[in-house]
């Protein structure tokens, strides 16, 4: 009723801007108000900082190196090496950039031609007659470091949680302060540090990793105790130990960043002004028309990013008229090898197809377009004849959507490709009850409960009256409402667009607060998917006039509907993976 309330009154204060100057009209609904230049969402660079007790962590290694002094090809190579230890506490500000605070012990050992507080034992002779000392320099280090993640500097954040950048290098640089132990005379240093660090993670929540280091640490020439050498022989610059070692990383919660999202807090928008006009005689027409689109599970379109230049993959061009998951095989020779041995065809490399509007691609013989656009399922067989059929036509074979063991026969998001679903019947699109189709609308409006005072068309409907109406859309859309919306977007002026986003409470995860985590996910993406809609309308010729504020994306306080279904294809699930949209129009 609030919301009914509210829509008839800023309908009515356009209409009574047309009879006086101006009309201030009091809001009672949040919304978000979707930005002029909406906050890319799939923007792998762009990341929302944590608080200060966010992405600590805890590290350990042991490892081995060789002192590098003025003395060191005296002897043996092996008489250099020696163990050292470190602990470490640090944090990451970003997912580039961190610091970190290490404390190290070790040894330092070596040879002398000279007779030092670190020389011990007896005189020794080499091989060449050369007389020497055998040194041993006990320490401990404590130092600070920047840390450098060059895999996500280079790469990109790869998200909360996810099978990217499993394997990750980070650089550090830093500074120390050493105390030599063990030895009469009081004696502490500068240090200088230099690491290269690469980390195996072994979960998607990147928690835990396996570090392999080589390091680096750089002291001034008289760490040995030898500055200006008797010998008459010259002196290194400086002395060095150098070595490799083997650890681990624990990383503390929060350990993830969240990601930019447009108008993620709700905003109460309220004195809406509607702008002077001037008198007419003629009261305008005024209405609603309340569509619904449908979307497969885990898909909101969100992060569709295609994988060759300037060939987008659009949502919505998906939803109308895309064909399986809008992916293919590149090698088809090896496919073709694979299909007549029955071999898998897991392993094979694959890329986006882009999309194109309804009736600029080619119709395919026994291959349906569009999710939910006609009785006829979405997902394709797998079969080797299915597949030879499809090449034969096309010049190459259609491809699933491989992650981690699932096998996707419909597109999803690549952020939400990896969860694991009850049963794999999920992963396909086995039946379909043609709910973005205009013969779809009788179970939509059972289902959904639309507006009284609005008109019900559907998806297909509105597709093809803002894009064009050839192809399959034009088989699922009705020729004499696609008219009525064609003379309104001409003849009317559009006032406002509202959309809300639904998802269902179907969700596999069953780690830690499940059923917080659960709720989160299902949450993005119902406004995500009321988003992809609003941006789809908002960048259309046909709502060109309208200004940016004009395009509302309604904040539901719980946009989540409890389902007690495991499978995700059946009609209650369905019908609650949607998105309704409402046109406010006014025809003078």
């Known amino acids: 009723m609030r919301k009914f309330v509210w829509s008839m009154l800023v309908l009515l204060s356009v209409g009574w801007g047309s009879a006086s100057a101006q009309e201030i009209v009091s809001s009672d609904t949040t919304v978000c108000e979707v930005n002029q230049t909406p906050q890319p969402t799939d923007d792998h660079y762009r990341i929302v900082t944590n608080r200060f007790w966010d992405n600590w962590f805890i590290l350990a290694n042991i490892g081995e190196h060789a002192f590098v002094g003025d003395y060191g090809s005296v002897g043996k190579f092996s008489g250099l090496l020696s163990p050292d230890f470190n602990v470490g506490i640090g944090k990451w500000f970003t997912p580039g950039i961190g610091a970190k605070l290490q404390f190290g012990i070790g040894n330092s050992k070596g040879y002398s031609k000279e007779d030092t507080h670190y020389t011990y034992g007896d005189w020794l002779t080499n ?157 305008p027409e005024y209405g609603v028309l309340e569509f619904y689109v449908f979307f497969p599970n885990n898909y909101s379109g969100r992060n569709d990013a295609p994988t060759m230049v300037d060939a987008p993959v659009n949502a919505i061009d998906y939803l109308a008229s895309g064909i399986f998951t809008q992916t293919k095989f590149d090698n088809t020779d090896a496919v073709a090898k694979r299909l007549a041995s029955g071999a898998s065809l897991s392993g094979l490399k694959t890329s986006d197809i882009p999309t194109q509007k309804a009736g600029e691609a080619p119709e395919i013989a026994g291959v349906t377009r569009g999710y939910e656009m006609s009785l006829s399922p979405i997902s394709l067989s797998m ?45 396909k699109e086995g039946q379909s009850f043609g709910l973005n189709a205009h013969s779809g609308l009788g179970i939509v409006e059972q289902n959904m409960r639309p507006g009284a005072d609005s008109k019900l068309v559907s998806f297909a409907d509105i597709y093809a009256a803002v894009e064009n109406n050839k192809g399959n859309v034009a088989l699922a859309s009705d020729s004499a409402t696609v008219g009525r919306l064609n003379e309104i977007f001409e003849k009317g002026r559009l006032l406002y667009v509202v959309a809300e986003g639904l998802a269902t409470s179907q969700d596999n995860y069953i780690g830690e607060n499940a059923e917080e985590i659960g709720l989160e996910r299902n949450k993005k993406l119902a406004y995500n998917r009321a988003f992809t809609v609003v941006n789809w309308l908002k960048t259309n010729p046909k709502f060109k006039n309208m200004p940016g504020n004009a395009f509302l994306v309604n904040a539901l306080v719980n946009p989540v509907v409890e389902l007690n279904d495991e499978s995700v294809q059946g009609l209650n699930a369905k019908v609650k993976r949607s998105v309704k949209v409402r046109i406010f129009y006014a025809i003078d």
């Not at 990217?164 to 120390?176: D, W, Y």
């Not at 005379?185 to 835990?208: C, I, M, P, V």
């Not at 490709?417 to 992963?427: R, T, V």
């Open 127 to 283: 091989g060449d007659g050369v007389p020497y000392l055998k040194s041993k320099n006990k320490w401990w280090d404590l130092n600070v470091s920047a840390m450098f993640n060059l895999s996500r500097l280079f790469c990109g954040y790869e998200g909360k949680i996810s099978d990217k950048l499993m394997n990750q290098f980070i650089a550090s640089v830093g500074i120390g302060g050493l105390h030599h132990r063990a030895i009469k005379a009081q004696r502490n240093e500068w240090s200088g540090h230099f690491e290269l660090q690469y980390s195996r993670f072994f979960d998607k929540e990147k928690k835990f990793s396996l570090d392999l280091k080589a390091r680096a640490m750089l002291y001034q020439t008289n760490f040995d105790g030898i500055t200006l050498k008797k010998t008459k022989e010259n002196s290194v610059w400086f002395d060095a130990n150098l070595g490799f070692s083997v650890g681990f990383t624990y990383y503390f919660k929060k350990r993830h960043w969240d990601r930019c999202l447009p108008c993620e807090n709700p905003v109460y928008i309220n004195n809406v002004i509607a702008a002077p006009a001037t008198i007419v005689n003629e009261c």
């Open 383 to 427: 079969d080797a004849e299915s597949m030879n059929r499809f090449k034969e036509q096309t010049g190459y074979y259609y491809a699933p959507m491989y992650c981690q063991g699932n096998t996707w026969h419909y597109r999803v998001d690549t952020e939400t490709a990896m969860q694991k679903l009850i049963s794999e019947d999920n992963y």
